[in-house]
């Protein structure tokens, strides 16, 4: 059985876990959804405007606040901070791709650092961050316990994105495994 920490343990751990670049990250995972509940890490993925990630679920997924009911446009790329998850995960390296975030990066990606509208050059990839917050979940419990998603739904993990960002392709291409994040 997988450990999942208490808070104690996620508050004395953040402070490392804040440690990553504000200017220049690095790609450290790239993980696809090709249907429910399945992951797939990749070495190098192809970006589109229309789907995200091609071969992810996500173009297929309805999500019901969206105006049409298929998937929000706002959510097709998600990003977590390879040192937070590696916090939550207790170290289990095993575990970076189960909440299924498409890119698992070393960057910090608080809102002072990237604010909705943020441009970040990856690879030959260009995303935005989007506005709608990424939270932690029901899956996200089960997964990490739930400390785990109290500590990330804060007030406070909310302003650092401890569990991620939400955000969408505005221009195509390749982004691979070891890549540079750069704000654009």
Known sequence: MSKHLNTQELEEGLSEALTSPTDQGTVDLIVCRPDIGKREVLQNAEFSIEVGLIGDNWSKKPYRKSPDGGPHPEMQVTMINSRVLNL?????????????????????????????????????????????????????????????????????????????????????????????????
Do not use: Y
């Open 88 to 184: 939550i995960t207790a170290g289990d390296s095993s575990r970076m791709a189960v909440p299924g975030d498409q890119l698992v990066v070393d960057f910090d990606l608080s809102r002072a650092n990237i604010p909705p509208g943020t441009k970040l050059n990856i690879g030959t990839t260009v995303i935005e961050v989007t506005e709608t917050p990424h939270t932690g979940c029901t899956q996200f419990v089960g997964w990490f316990g739930l400390a785990a998603m109290r500590f990330v739904n804060s007030t406070r993990g909310r302003e650092l994105c401890l569990r991620g960002i939400n955000s969408k392709v505005i221009q195509p291409g390749t982004i691979s495994r070891g890549d540079q994040i750069t704000k654009g």
